[in-house]
């Protein structure tokens, strides 16, 4: 933890996964950023160099890669909510934060089914906007946007809609986690998908030609949905022949509005390549 970290090397090396991958993953399993995770395994270790092996203030921000004292002493506040010098004080109190480990294991759930789909160039049209990231729960700002949908939008997306399956469509992309891992932003669009040039006045998003794994789950409902995503990244991922792409977008296709109607059909459609690792014998 103290020697510096070339995550854009090390992370593809030790796990056959992108380090774009490897967050999102991390963050589904841990709860937490990557690099949220990091700072504060570091400021755990550096409570200790001060108060357990006496090391100067100095020393300690110079060991964990901090050009100042004073650098240091913000991110060590920041953790343990006290400055550095004052950890020599006997009653001081300090955080501690355990190393975390993990083991992928299949724990039943929803059933995930997927298929592979070779797929043309489209649009996606209709409203965009930039958002808070949400990986779990409803998005207060994504319902706001459905809010808006009115007649007229409905008769523009159904003139414009020609890709199959028909119905509504949304898309999240522009992932901001590597800025600002604590308050991730999106940019979504909710919409429908259509090949025409002339999409009147609504935004777009123009989704080259690509191959599509695209999942479901039998309970088809807007939780079983939600957890899919994690599975996706969390079991499919790890011993897929497949990689998922950086950066492609995320969309999600629902035939009509009954998002908790399990008759109401559901997809998650993740842009995916060969493996550059070969199949990934996790299982």
Not at 28 to 36: D, K, T, Y
Not at 146 to 161: A, I
Request: hydrophobic fraction near 40%; proline fraction near 4%.
């Amino acid at each position: 933890m103290a020697e510096e970290l070339n995550l854009d090397k090390e992370i593809p090396h030790m796990t056959g996964i992108s380090l774009f991958q490897f967050k999102k993953l991390f963050l589904l399993l841990a709860h937490m950023p990557l690099l949220e995770y990091i700072r504060k395994r570091r400021m755990a270790l550096a409570g200790y160099d001060l108060r357990e092996r006496k090391m100067k203030v100095i020393d300690v921000a110079v060991k964990y890669g901090y050009d100042s004292p004073d650098a240091f002493a913000k991110a060590f506040y920041k953790v343990h909510e006290v400055n550095p010098s004052n950890v020599y004080e006997e009653k001081t109190l300090i955080k501690s934060y355990s190393p975390i480990y993990f083991q992928l294991t299949m724990i039943g759930g929803s059933q995930m089914n997927y298929r592979i789909e070779e797929k043309n160039a489209f649009n996606v049209v209709g409203i965009q906007k930039r958002i808070p990231f949400v990986k779990w729960g409803k998005s207060k700002a994504i319902t706001t946007i459905k809010e808006t949908l009115d007649d007229e939008m409905y008769h523009k997306l159904n003139q414009l809609s020609n890709v199959e399956p028909y119905g509504g469509y949304s898309a999240v992309y522009n992932i901001m986690d590597f800025e600002d891992e604590t308050n991730a932003q999106c940019d979504f669009i909710l919409g429908t998908l259509t090949t025409k040039e002339n999409v009147f006045d609504l935004d777009a998003l123009y989704v080259p030609e690509a191959t599509w794994a695209i999942f479901t789950s039998d309970e088809n409902k807007q939780l079983q949905l939600q957890e899919v995503w994690a599975k996706i990244y969390t079991e499919w991922q790890p011993s897929s022949e497949y990689e998922i792409i950086d950066d492609a977008p995320g969309i999600f296709f629902m035939e009509n509005e009954g998002v908790d109607d399990p008759s109401v059909r559901k997809e998650i459609w993740v842009q995916v390549k060969n493996s550059t690792f070969g199949a990934k014998n996790y299982r």
